[in-house]
């Protein structure tokens, strides 16, 4: 039974890392579908009174938005999934938590599919079937378009947020243990992803480093070796990017002068159309889930329209969003909500103690930075990046552990 449960955690992890968004059931169906197995295992009284306390808070919520003025419609579709969202989320918790000590196998089984996938990908590169693998881009609006790298998922950027826990293990394994099959495997997870160019990702993961780095140096007033010379590295990259005319060259260029769209659009745009939207009904409890459908036909389209007034038409963007799961936070739930949305994460921060481990420390403020840049407040993959942050895993990644290594 114990080894029919390790083949089913390593088949999730692959179809989690590999098949995100493919054209299949969402990856977390898989493992909800694997965690409901054990429901009785892992339910307690505890989690259904923790449950219903999350239930009641957003049944508050709801009631405020009701007496302000709601669709329906849209209202009650949204606050039923978020609920179950909610709740599947404490039993992937419970399930991963459980098995925390067999994630080792999954991660390089997943790693050494991701490296596989980007192979198969390349000989793809330019035909007529490429669009499997890659986006054309237009960064400027001009019609200049760059390719990116996508793999199976439905966008560069929701990539490189789906294998970042991969990149961390790969990353903190090379540290520990400095081997040649170490650095390949690290090279080979950070190809792709530099192939996303996802500035997102660069941004967020360039502010987690330094934040890990520095809080670990002030608290132990010790720093790794290994994390400076990778940050000496990572400056000497960025300096040879900018030695030659290359894609991410420009696209760096693009972002520095303002212009980029996909940059500006998931961030400060996506602040300012939260608050706006919020403005409308209540800045203290937003508009509602599933208002912003409603709302931002009166905020976000004619924010966006006279810019492109047939991409940005209802034809051919239907269903609006923020893609910003903070910004979305702050339409949604308000001032109140984004409070709650930091506050929840921090709590869970020192209450699981994810400082007294690299991997989760990275993860955890990898995330924290890339919903300031990104992704959606009900996506399933970003909630569950934010569970592997709270759970006991990869234990030769705690502190004593890996500062005793060479």
Known sequence: MNKIKKYLLNFSAIVFFLLNNAGLPAPLAWTNF??????????????????????????????????????????????????????????????????????????????????????????????????????????????????????????????????????????????????????????????????????????????????????????????????????????LVFMAIFSFENGIQERFIVIFSGHDSSVNGRFHEAFYLGYKCAQQKNLFFGIGPGQIKVIGEEVIRPFYQPWDPIGYSKGNWPILALPNASAETLAIFGFVGLFLRFGIQFYMFFRTKVYQNYFRFFLFSFLFFYQLMGSFYNSTAELTLWVLCYIPIFRKFDLPSFNGSK
């Open 34 to 235: 694997i965690a409901l197995g054990e429901i009785k295992n892992n339910f307690s009284k505890e989690d259904f009174k923790l449950t219903g306390l999350v239930v009641l808070g957003l049944l508050l919520f709801g009631l405020v938005h009701f007496l302000q003025g709601v669709q329906i419609e849209y209202f009650i579709q949204s606050q039923l999934y978020f609920i179950y969202l909610l709740g599947s989320m404490l039993l992937v918790y419970k399930f991963l938590k459980r098995h925390s000590g067999q994630f080792e196998r999954s991660f390089q089984i997943a790693l050494y599919g991701i490296i596989c996938l980007y192979v198969i990908a390349l000989l793809f590169y330019n035909s007529s079937y490429d669009f499997i693998f890659w986006e054309n881009h237009d960064f400027v609006g001009t019609g200049n378009v760059f390719k990116r790298y996508q793999g199976l998922s439905y966008e560069p950027s929701h990539l490189a947020l789906i294998i970042s826990p991969l990149f961390f293990y790969a990353f903190l394994v090379f540290c520990k243990t400095p081997t040649l099959k170490a650095f390949l495997l690290f090279i080979g997870i950070s190809i792709p992803i530099l192939a996303t160019v996802s500035f997102g990702f660069f941004g967020a993961l360039f502010f987690s480093f330094i934040t890990v780095v520095f809080t670990l140096y002030l608290k132990y007033k010790t720093m790794e070796k290994v994390f400076v010379a990778f940050l000496i590295i990572a400056m």
